[in-house]
């Protein structure tokens, strides 16, 4: 993938990978030229080719992953991370539908940052099978509060207090037969009456998942379910002083750029995001490139630089 990118410009010979790593432009041709050649193809149309079906194959992959959760993409912003994902993002975007893809201020350290900054999470479950309409409230109440134990007790040996424990009660409920379950939100103490709720969400979560309901048949609870979440300290990133609105100041060149729908090679702007201001606003075809990613904005769309450093590109319509 990196040599496609290469022989396509949107990484430069003289790039610097991760400060030290340089790319050499004559091998990478080479290697995609030995995947090109049996196919008929020379090295552009071979590396574009590559390129195209790794898009479309994450295409695809994001598009089964919003529709398992009933989700519109136009509602969405594609955060891209990672060295590459900042690549791929922007035609990601615009390929499934999504209008806006913000890139982080250091896109390939964001994986350990998160990590850093994630919430502890346990979860604890416990199978007892039957129906919801005739399942003791009293005994569900014992079996939260056999989970609760157990989590709060594993929350004190990692540290915690008591009072730094959120947690989340949850019933994996289904209709009669079926072979998958869905997760319903139960409140801290259930009570008899309280089962006809909890047959109502599950069926609303039903229909948004699956487009469908069953209002006339009973739930059956599968397994018993609780989250225990503690918080740890959070990085504040620091809001940075505003630019003067001449983003040139962070160009540092340009470079040929394959177009994909242009089925050509176009002059494309490549930026310093050390550079690059709040305020700032460019249009593709361009690159941003830093230490640990370079991000591509292709023609047609146009980015801007936020409050927090963060690249906001906006990838506009589905085609």
Do not use: W
């Not at 071979?46 to 994001?62: E, F, K, S, Y």
């Not at 529709?67 to 594609?78: I, S, T």
């Amino acid at each position: 993938m990196t040599d496609a990118n290469v022989v396509l410009g949107a990484l430069g010979a003289d790039t610097v990978l991760a400060g030290t790593l340089r790319l050499d432009a004559e091998r990478a041709r080479r290697a995609v030229e030995r995947v090109a050649k049996p196919l008929g193809l020379d090295a552009v149309a071979g590396a574009a080719g590559i390129v195209r079906i790794v898009n479309t194959q994450m295409a695809v992959d994001l598009r089964l992953a919003l529709q398992e959760q009933g989700q519109d993409p136009r509602k969405f912003a594609l955060v891209a991370f990672g060295g590459a994902g900042p690549l791929h993002a922007a035609a990601l975007a615009r390929s499934v539908g999504i209008s806006t893809v913000l890139v982080p201020p250091y896109p390939g350290l964001n994986c350990a940052m998160g990590m850093l900054q994630t919430s502890v999470r346990h979860s604890y479950l416990k199978s007892d099978v039957g129906m919801l309409s005739g399942f003791p409230a009293q005994r569900m109440n014992d079996l939260f509060a056999g989970l609760e134990k157990q989590a709060f007790a594993e929350a004190g040996e990692e540290g915690f207090a008591p009072e730094q424990v959120r947690l989340t009660r949850l019933l994996d409920l289904r209709y009669p037969h079926q072979g998958y379950t869905l997760p319903v939100a139960c409140p801290p103490l259930v009570e008899e009456s309280g089962r006809a709720r909890l047959k109502q969400a599950f069926d609303d979560l039903h229909r948004q998942v699956y487009g469908q309901s069953a209002p006339k048949e009973d739930a059956e609870i599968v397994t018993f379910r609780l989250q225990a979440e503690m918080a740890v300290p959070r990085l504040d990133l620091p809001e940075l002083a505003a630019g003067d609105g001449r983003v040139e100041r962070a160009l540092q060149g340009e470079r040929a750029l394959f177009d994909a729908e242009a089925g050509d090679f176009v002059v494309a702007r490549v930026y310093d995001r050390r550079r690059l201001k709040p305020g700032d606003r460019f249009a593709g075809p361009a690159i941003v490139e830093q230490f640990d990613a370079t991000t591509l904005v292709p023609a047609g769309q146009a980015a801007t630089v936020d409050a927090l450093g963060i690249l906001a590109i906006a990838a506009g319509e589905a085609t």
